[in-house]
């Protein structure tokens, strides 16, 4: 079965130091993955996709993404955290190979609050 | 949340109301989708249209009803909501929901539903 696993409920860095947001998947096929962010009564903002090719994947406001097939993960990193990254991050991923109805689907992991503290 | 639009933002019923949820999309996208977001749970989807047709209902009880009466436009009809269903209802939109596309989708600010 298709599912996204974001193991952490909340991260907390120090604004300028490194960020990762962590996610893992699991597909019966080739996954597209990607990244959202949600800011506080906003809706969820498109921040960066894995498709195909080059596992570094490069996105919105400096985010990064790696995708690591042998270990199933898509983790989100960000060289230097700025407060304004304090968001809802959300992991998805679409099965292209899946079967039925649940080919096509977007399937989301629960979130991640990340907090960046000045 | 640029290109997708949600009315109203909040919205407050009875259970025996009647109410309607609007989103408007301005991407020239040709699909677009209705996700509920609850506290503590993933984002569930609800409805899939892909050029004005239906093409997912997730199980979704029948007292939700959507109505696309063309690519730009979305509906969600309520009518004896129960105190459960209130929650964050989000619009989105893309390109189209090809199962083997990699569009990735355009979500709108989401109506905050409470059912009293």
């Known amino acids: 079965a298709q599912s996204v696993a974001q193991p952490e409920d909340q991260v907390n860095v120090a604004e300028g130091n490194p960020l990762t947001v962590k996610c893992t998947y699991s597909v019966s096929g080739n996954p597209y993955l990607f990244w959202y962010v949600q800011y506080p009564n906003r809706g969820l903002q498109f921040l960066l996709k894995?498709?195909?090719?080059?596992?570094l994947v490069k996105g919105s406001y400096g985010f990064e993404a790696e995708f690591n097939k042998s270990q199933t993960s898509f983790h989100l990193k960000k060289p230097s955290a700025l407060v304004s990254d304090s968001a809802l991050y959300f992991c998805?991923?679409?099965?292209?190979?899946?079967?039925?109805?649940?080919?096509?689907?977007?399937?989301f992991g629960r979130g991640t609050q990340l907090t960046v503290w000045p | 949340e640029t290109g997708v639009t949600q009315t109203p933002r909040h919205l407050v019923m009875g259970m025996t109301n009647k109410k309607s949820l609007k989103c408007e999309q301005h991407?020239?996208?040709?699909?677009m989708y209705w996700y509920k977001q609850s506290a503590k749970k993933p984002l569930e989807l609800m409805f899939v249209?892909?050029?004005?047709?239906?093409?997912e209902n997730n199980s979704v009880p029948s007292r939700f009803s959507p109505e696309c009466p063309n690519s730009s436009h979305l509906f969600l009809h309520l009518h004896t909501l129960q105190p459960e269903d209130s929650a964050l209802y989000l619009c989105a939109s893309s390109q189209d929901s090809n199962p083997r596309g990699s569009y990735e989708q355009y979500f709108g600010p989401g109506t905050r539903l409470t059912v009293t």
């Open positions: 998805a991923v679409r099965d292209w190979a899946g079967r039925g109805s649940t080919l096509g689907r977007l399937y």
């Open positions: 249209y892909n050029f004005k047709e239906q093409t």
């Open positions: 991407l020239g996208h040709n699909a």
């Open positions: 894995y498709i195909t090719g080059d596992n």
